[in-house]
């Protein structure tokens, strides 16, 4: 089975600072991964992807994650915090088929 | 723009009163799915439909069911809301891409039982 975990329900960085959220999978084969952002009261938008090839996926609004076999992890990065990426984060994976396993979500708060 | 829609974005019903939640779709997306999402939880599974079968998660309550008379449409209906079903409900789609099932969400619809 599959699963994920997002370390820190909770992350606050200030405004310009590196922003870094983390997810680990469980998957005992090689898995699809996804990282979502969720706005209050909207539904999840898709930030980037990794499904096969390069292991650094770049996605929107200047987010990057690396996927990293050995670790079992595809943690989030933004070189620069801005107030707009105050927002939850949710990884989720799937090894094809349509059943996607997602985290808990890690809720970003960006301080001015 | 393609598009994932839910209707109403927000919802208020009483207390055991039947109400049915909508969405559509311009994707053509042969998969429709059906999320609940609590405060501050991960988006869980009720269902999903691929393309015409129904696809029940073991733990959906009997209290959820769904319809899609088409490609396009799919319901939610909640045959007798309790207080706990107070939730975000959102509707996904995905249609299969070298294996993989991208899921595309709408915008949520907010639901409020009294």
């Known amino acids: 089975a599959q699963s994920v975990t997002q370390l820190g329900s909770h992350v606050s960085v200030s405004e310009g600072a590196l922003v870094l959220l983390r997810c680990n999978y469980s998957?005992?084969?090689?898995?699809?991964l996804f990282w979502y952002v969720q706005y209050p009261n909207q539904g999840l938008q898709l930030l980037l992807k990794?499904?096969?090839?390069?292991?650094l996926v770049k996605g929107i609004n200047g987010f990057e994650a690396e996927f990293k076999k050995s670790e079992t992890s595809f943690h989030l990065t933004k070189p620069s915090a801005h107030m707009s990426d105050a927002a939850e984060y949710f990884c989720?994976?799937?090894?094809?088929?349509?059943?996607?396993?997602f985290g808990t979500g890690t809720s970003l708060t960006v301080i001015p | 723009d393609a598009m994932v829609i839910q209707n109403p974005r927000y919802q208020v019903t009483q207390f055991g009163k039947p109400v049915t939640l909508s969405c559509s779709q311009t994707l053509n997306h042969n998969v429709m799915y059906w999320y609940q999402q609590k405060s501050s939880q991960a988006p869980k599974l009720l269902f999903h439909?691929?393309?015409?079968?129904?696809?029940n998660e073991a733990d959906t309550p009997d209290n959820f069911q769904s319809r899609r008379p088409n490609t396009s449409f799919c319901f939610l209906d909640i045959r007798s809301p309790g207080l706990g079903d107070a939730a975000m409900y959102l509707c996904?789609?995905?249609?299969?891409?070298?294996?993989?099932?991208?899921?595309?969400f709408g915008p949520g619809t907010r639901l409020t039982v009294t």
């Open positions: 439909y691929y393309d015409k079968d129904f696809n």
């Open positions: 990794y499904t096969t090839g390069a292991t």
């Open positions: 989720a994976v799937t090894v094809g088929g349509n059943q996607f396993y």
């Open positions: 998957s005992s084969v090689p898995p699809y």
């Open positions: 996904a789609t995905s249609r299969e891409s070298l294996g993989i099932y991208e899921q595309y």
